[in-house]
C-alpha cells in the first residue's frame, strides 16, 4: 500500500517561513492534499490538489508537488498556525485514500 | 452550508458492535452524485489520522481500509439523509475518535467538510 512520510516536528519563529514536506514513491504523479488539525479540533482543510486554497485560508499557506515530495508552506507564520499539518492522496492502484502521519507545527 | 453532526460513540466490549450516524445538512447526498462522498476517518488517541472507508453519494462505490474491511460497512438513510458506520467484531484498536467527512460535488479525492467527530472506546 502506498505510505506518506512526514517528519513529526517543525519549529519555526513567528514572521518566519514554515516548511513541511510529505514524501512518497512518485508522489508528484498523484494529487495532494493537505490538512490543520488543531488540538481537540477535527481536521481543516487547507490545501488540495497540490496547490489549491479553499476560501477562507490565508494566501499565507501555499502547497508544491514534484518527484517524492510535496511541501506545504506557511509565510509569514503567526501563532495561531502552531497545529499538526497532515498531507493525503488517494491511492488509485488500491481505492484506498492514504494520510501522512503529520507534522507538528511549534511556533516559537 | 454543510454540515456534519456525528452521534453513536461510546463504550463496547471486544467482539461487540455499534453503529455510528452522520446526520448531513446543507445537502441532499442521494442527489450530490457519483462524486460526491461521505468518508469515514478515525483517529486513535495521541496518533495519526487514518482512512476507514467511503460511500459514494449514489452509493454505488463503497470502499474500506484493510484494516475495517469485513468487520465495518457503510450506509445511508436518504429519508433522513443521515450516513452510517456499522462496526463489528470490534477489537481494542478500533477505539478512536470517528469522523464523517464530505468530498466537494465534483471529487472523491479530498475531504473537504467535517465533522467534529464521536469517540468509540473498545474496552472489557
Known amino acids: 500500500s502506498y505510505v506518506l512520510t512526514q517528519s513529526p516536528s517543525v519549529s519555526v519563529a513567528p514572521g518566519r517561513t514554515a516548511r513541511m514536506t510529505c514524501g512518497g514513491n512518485n508522489i508528484g504523479r498523484k494529487s495532494v492534499h493537505w490538512y490543520q488539525q488543531k488540538p481537540g479540533q477535527a481536521p481543516l482543510l487547507v490545501i488540495y490538489f497540490d496547490r489549491d486554497r479553499p476560501s477562507g485560508i490565508p494566501e499565507r499557506f501555499s502547497g508544491s508537488n514534484s518527484g517524492n515530495t510535496a511541501t506545504l508552506t506557511i509565510s509569514r507564520v503567526e501563532a495561531g498556525d502552531e497545529a499538526d499539518y497532515v498531507c493525503q492522496v488517494w491511492d488509485d492502484t488500491s481505492d484506498h485514500w492514504v494520510f501522512g502521519g503529520g507534522t507538528r507545527l511549534t511556533v516559537l | 452550508q454543510v454540515q456534519l453532526v456525528e452521534s453513536g460513540g461510546g463504550v463496547v466490549q471486544p467482539g461487540r458492535s455499534l453503529r455510528l450516524s452522520c446526520a448531513a445538512s446543507g445537502f441532499t447526498f442521494s442527489n450530490c452524485g457519483v462524486y460526491c462522498g461521505i468518508h469515514w476517518v478515525r483517529q486513535a488517541p495521541g496518533k495519526g489520522l487514518e482512512w476507514v472507508a467511503l460511500i459514494s453519494g449514489g452509493g454505488e462505490k463503497r470502499h474500506y481500509a484493510d484494516s475495517v474491511k469485513g468487520r465495518f460497512t457503510v450506509s445511508r438513510d436518504s429519508s433522513n439523509n443521515t450516513l452510517f458506520l456499522h462496526m463489528s467484531r470490534l477489537r481494542p484498536e478500533d477505539t478512536a475518535v470517528y469522523y464523517c467527512?464530505?468530498?466537494?460535488?465534483?471529487?472523491?479525492?479530498?475531504?473537504?467538510?467535517w465533522g467534529q467527530g464521536t469517540v468509540v472506546t473498545v474496552s472489557s
Open positions: 467527512a464530505k468530498t466537494p460535488g465534483d471529487s472523491l479525492v479530498f475531504l473537504q467538510f
